[in-house]
């Protein structure tokens, strides 16, 4: 083979990529990172050191994941799902960039319907796994003050309202899942990146985006990220990740504001 050749063994198989190739593939990456993630990570910096040269303390600061756009309803449905399309797509991108005539980008990713109660068992452990230890790490940052209070929704609770909340925790959850783990560490792979670089990588990524709520937040969602980085690299399947991450965040999303709704005595 010659020097300038290597050969990158990738879980579809081997992939011989020369110097060009690696190179247009590093710019894929950067592309793809540049409108789905990047300037989500930009903001979160810019946030979190606007909010830390406040006079107020970050413990006494509140952030909403799910804000309204409009005070009427029409108008603020509308806007919501446009955003949601319009996040949606570098998803389509990615799914399409990794499609080959043997194999399709649905595949590759392991978001397909191949092993639908597999998926759906190991999104339910990977959710209790992340879950629970993520309410006691919050709780304990935001004692410590290392984060926000994070307010999932500010909405009021409808029947619309909650099909959005839904819509949004799964536009969260195949950004993310399928962007920042399947797709970054599929390519990194096949640039012959060992395991804990890829896994380290995803994870900083990660947590880069999350900074808004906090350092403190920012550091859960790194190891979230390594637990769920180890998991796709060792299954292959992105279909898990999805599932839990949506479960994690429609929890969120709808746990508080719902309760609030229905035992208002609660929280009075």
Same mark, same amino acid.
């Given at each position: =083979?010659?020097?300038? &050749?290597?050969?990158?063994?990738?879980? !579809?198989?081997?992939?011989?990529?020369?110097?060009?190739?690696?190179?247009?593939?590093? *710019?894929?990456?950067?592309?793809?990172?540049?409108?789905?993630?990047?300037?989500?990570?930009?903001?979160?910096?810019?946030? @979190?050191?606007?909010?830390?040269?406040?006079?107020?303390?970050?413990?006494?600061?509140?952030?909403? @994941?799910? /804000?309204? &756009?409009? /005070?009427?309803?029409?108008?603020?449905?509308?806007? !919501?799902?446009?955003? $949601?399309?319009?996040?949606?797509?570098?998803?389509?991108?990615? $799914?399409?960039?990794?499609?080959?005539?043997?194999?399709?980008?649905? &595949?590759?990713?392991?978001?397909?319907? &191949?092993?639908?109660?597999?998926?759906?068992? !190991?999104?339910?452990?990977?959710?209790?796994?992340?879950?629970?230890?993520?309410?006691?790490?919050?709780?304990?940052?935001?004692?410590?003050?290392?984060?926000?209070?994070?307010?999932?929704?500010?909405?009021? $609770?409808?029947?619309?309202?909650?099909?959005?909340?839904?819509?949004? #925790?799964?536009?969260?959850?195949?950004?993310?899942?399928?962007?920042?783990?399947?797709?970054?560490?599929?390519?990194?792979?096949?640039?012959? *990146? #060992?395991?804990?670089?890829? +896994?380290?990588?995803?994870?900083?990524?990660?947590?880069?985006?999350?900074?808004?709520?906090?350092?403190? =937040? #920012?550091?859960?969602?790194?190891? =979230?990220?390594?637990?769920?980085? *180890?998991?796709?690299?060792?299954?292959?399947?992105?279909?898990?990740?999805?599932?839990?991450?949506? +479960?994690?965040?429609?929890?969120?999303?709808?746990?508080?504001?719902? /309760?609030? /709704?229905?035992?208002?005595?609660?929280?009075?």
């Amino acid at each position: =083979m010659s020097h300038s &050749r290597i050969d990158v063994t990738v879980s !579809q198989g081997t992939v011989d990529l020369d110097r060009s190739a690696r190179v247009r593939l590093r *710019w894929e990456i950067w592309i793809v990172l540049a409108l789905a993630i990047i300037p989500s990570s930009l903001y979160a910096i810019i946030s @979190l050191a606007d909010r830390a040269t406040r006079d107020t303390a970050l413990a006494d600061q509140t952030t909403t @994941l799910n /804000a309204s &756009r409009d /005070a009427r309803p029409l108008f603020d449905a509308l806007l !919501q799902t446009s955003s $949601i399309l319009t996040d949606l797509v570098p998803v389509a991108l990615v $799914i399409w960039l990794l499609w080959t005539p043997a194999v399709s980008g649905f &595949r590759k990713l392991g978001l397909d319907t &191949r092993q639908p109660l597999s998926d759906l068992g !190991q999104g339910l452990l990977l959710a209790a796994c992340v879950g629970v230890p993520g309410i006691v790490f919050y709780l304990a940052t935001r004692a410590l003050g290392l984060t926000l209070s994070v307010e999932a929704s500010a909405q009021e $609770i409808t029947w619309w309202t909650v099909i959005l909340l839904l819509v949004a #925790a799964l536009r969260a959850a195949l950004l993310e899942e399928v962007v920042v783990v399947g797709y970054l560490s599929t390519r990194l792979r096949e640039l012959g *990146w #060992a395991t804990w670089q890829i +896994i380290v990588a995803s994870s900083l990524l990660r947590g880069s985006y999350h900074l808004y709520q906090g350092p403190g =937040m #920012a550091l859960g969602n790194v190891a =979230m990220g390594v637990l769920l980085s *180890w998991w796709f690299l060792r299954k292959g399947r992105v279909g898990g990740l999805v599932v839990a991450h949506f +479960i994690l965040d429609a929890v969120s999303f709808l746990g508080y504001p719902l /309760a609030a /709704a229905l035992l208002p005595q609660l929280f009075t």
